[in-house]
């Protein structure tokens, strides 16, 4: 009677195990595990050629991982370079700057009398034109200031990005060289995630004209004109934002101190248009901002930027700037361009 139950426990364990695995190489692995039969030797050494396979695969992947965190570290992330003996500007650390964000703030202290500073940019692998600028907004009692390296000013792409900081001094010069490297690591990706972004909106459709020029993707998701080069476009879902409640929505967007003014609805409720002065930094920005509710399109034109604004002044400013809404001559050119998407 013992023997039979043995026989009929053997069968039964069996039939389970066909049941519910798959190959017969697992079968026997499981009738194995319960000292019902024993495997083959061949067998045996099949698995753990395999699983020395596993790990040689997953020594090779580590490997490669570390290979390309070396060549990482062999292209420097950014380089400061002095071109003349005598420097009249010190420049801040850029180690924690993430150059893929695509707006890096390059910013410095004088440590003389500087009358004017000339910024010469190139990126012999990008499409962006070499750029020479003078700092119109800096002035000879400046102590500091800063240069906005951003991909929207067509002054930052991936590549080798090298600015010339030229630095007048009376009759004395100074000169420059900063680097900065944006590793095409991310590219694939920004990418999908632009085409993702604006699926429903293909610079196609988007209008083009000769006093705007062409719409460009920007890396960020983002979308501006070749001619308003402080303008960005994108898809932001706000469809309950209004004037109503713009300052409890433009709190969580903004995250520091801020304030709006002209809040205007566009015809047929379709959207609203306002002017936001708002502080980054030592610096305020001041914008106009546009929504279009059934599109979800959000766009920023930046107007102005500048220093000597705090939390404790901001409102006074808002209120002079309000007052200078329609002497910013760009505005006819991105309201024209808002009117065209509108149609």
Same mark, same amino acid.
């Given at each position: 009677?013992?023997?039979?139950?043995?026989?009929?426990?053997?069968?039964?364990?069996?039939?389970?195990?066909?049941?519910?695995?798959?190959?017969?190489?697992?079968?026997?692995?499981?009738?194995?595990?319960?000292?019902?039969?024993?495997?083959?030797?061949?067998?045996?050494?099949?698995?753990?050629?395999?699983?020395?396979?596993?790990?040689?695969? =997953?020594?090779? $992947? !580590?490997?490669?991982?570390?290979?390309? @965190? /070396? +060549?990482?570290?062999?292209? %420097?992330?950014? &380089? #400061?370079?002095?071109?003349?003996?005598?420097?009249?500007?010190?420049?801040?650390?850029?180690?924690?700057?993430?150059?893929?964000?695509?707006?890096?703030?390059?910013?410095?202290?004088?440590?003389?009398?500087?009358?004017?500073?000339?910024?010469?940019?190139?990126?012999?692998?990008?499409?962006?034109?070499?750029?020479?600028?003078?700092?119109?907004?800096?002035?000879?009692?400046?102590?500091?200031?800063?240069?906005?390296?951003?991909?929207?000013?067509?002054?930052?792409?991936?590549?080798?990005?090298?600015?010339?900081?030229?630095?007048?001094?009376?009759?004395?010069?100074? =000169?420059?060289? $900063? !680097?900065?490297?944006?590793?095409?690591? @991310? /590219? +694939?990706?920004?990418?999908? %995630?632009?085409? &993702? #972004?604006?699926?429903?909106?293909?610079?196609?459709?988007?209008?083009?004209?000769?006093?705007?020029?062409?719409?460009?993707?920007?890396?960020?998701?983002?979308?501006?004109?070749?001619?308003?080069?402080?303008?960005?476009?994108?898809?932001?879902?706000?469809?309950?934002?209004?004037?109503?409640?713009?300052?409890?929505?433009?709190?969580?967007?903004?995250?520091?101190?801020?304030?709006?003014?002209?809040?205007?609805?566009?015809?047929?409720?379709?959207?609203?248009?306002?002017?936001?002065?708002?502080?980054?930094?030592?610096?305020?920005?001041?914008?106009?901002?546009?929504?279009?509710?059934?599109?979800?399109?959000?766009?920023?034109?930046?107007? /102005?930027?500048?220093?000597?604004?705090?939390?404790?002044? #901001?409102?006074?400013?808002?209120?002079?700037?309000?007052?200078?809404?329609?002497?910013?001559?760009?505005?006819?050119?991105?309201?024209?361009?808002?009117?065209?998407?509108?149609?």
């Amino acid at each position: 009677m013992k023997k039979t139950i043995n026989i009929l426990l053997v069968m039964l364990i069996t039939f389970l195990l066909s049941s519910c695995v798959t190959s017969q190489t697992d079968v026997n692995q499981a009738k194995h595990e319960l000292w019902i039969i024993e495997l083959e030797e061949d067998t045996i050494d099949s698995w753990t050629n395999i699983d020395m396979e596993i790990e040689k695969a =997953k020594d090779e $992947i !580590i490997q490669v991982d570390e290979m390309w @965190e /070396e +060549k990482k570290e062999e292209i %420097k992330k950014f &380089e #400061i370079i002095s071109l003349t003996d005598d420097q009249f500007l010190e420049f801040d650390d850029l180690t924690n700057e993430n150059f893929l964000d695509s707006e890096v703030e390059i910013k410095w202290k004088t440590l003389a009398i500087v009358d004017k500073i000339i910024v010469t940019f190139v990126n012999e692998t990008s499409d962006f034109p070499v750029d020479t600028y003078t700092l119109k907004q800096f002035s000879s009692w400046d102590e500091s200031f800063l240069y906005r390296a951003f991909s929207r000013y067509e002054t930052l792409d991936y590549g080798k990005n090298v600015y010339v900081f030229e630095a007048h001094s009376w009759v004395n010069v100074t =000169k420059l060289q $900063i !680097i900065l490297n944006v590793i095409k690591e @991310e /590219e +694939k990706e920004i990418s999908e %995630k632009v085409e &993702e #972004i604006f699926e429903d909106v293909s610079l196609d459709t988007l209008p083009v004209s000769s006093t705007f020029w062409n719409p460009t993707y920007l890396w960020s998701g983002k979308v501006s004109y070749s001619d308003l080069k402080w303008l960005e476009i994108k898809r932001d879902v706000n469809s309950d934002l209004t004037c109503d409640n713009l300052t409890s929505i433009l709190a969580d967007k903004l995250n520091g101190w801020f304030f709006w003014n002209t809040c205007r609805p566009i015809e047929a409720d379709e959207g609203i248009s306002f002017f936001v002065i708002r502080l980054d930094g030592e610096d305020y920005i001041y914008e106009k901002h546009y929504y279009l509710s059934y599109e979800w399109i959000y766009w920023v034109q930046e107007l /102005e930027t500048w220093t000597w604004v705090t939390a404790d002044n #901001i409102w006074e400013k808002n209120s002079e700037l309000k007052e200078w809404n329609k002497d910013f001559s760009i505005l006819n050119v991105s309201d024209d361009l808002f009117i065209q998407i509108l149609k």
